[in-house]
């Protein structure tokens, strides 16, 4: 089966299950395509697997950056209704362990 070729950033849509991914990353001396798919899961296929697979290319879905925790309109700075305020850090939006003892004021 003909593909193009995985190219960083190209979209393909698994024509059995629909699922949509990206290629995210080449390597050149193992062979490997490495995807991430729309809920974040990455996977690493080899060429050989690459060229077996029933693929089409894809446009990018509206939200292409959801796999990554923000939706295109929270990475676009021209967004007309901000959802982040302008006075907190984005960082306060993280999830993540706090420790006692760091400098952090409650």
Request: hydrophobic share 35%; net charge negative; no cysteine.
């Amino acid at each position: 089966m003909a593909h193009s070729h995985p190219d960083i950033g190209n979209w393909f849509e698994m024509i059995d299950s629909g699922q949509l991914f990206e290629v995210v990353a080449l390597d050149d001396l193992h062979r490997t395509v490495e995807i991430q798919y729309l809920d974040g899961t990455l996977d690493e296929l080899d060429m050989e697997q690459w060229q077996s697979l029933p693929l089409a290319t894809a446009a990018p879905p509206e939200d292409a950056n959801i796999a990554y925790g923000m939706t295109a309109r929270e990475h676009s700075p021209s967004s007309s209704d901000a959802t982040l305020p302008d006075q907190q850090n984005p960082l306060d939006y993280l999830e993540g362990e706090s420790f006692s003892g760091t400098d952090e004021s409650p």
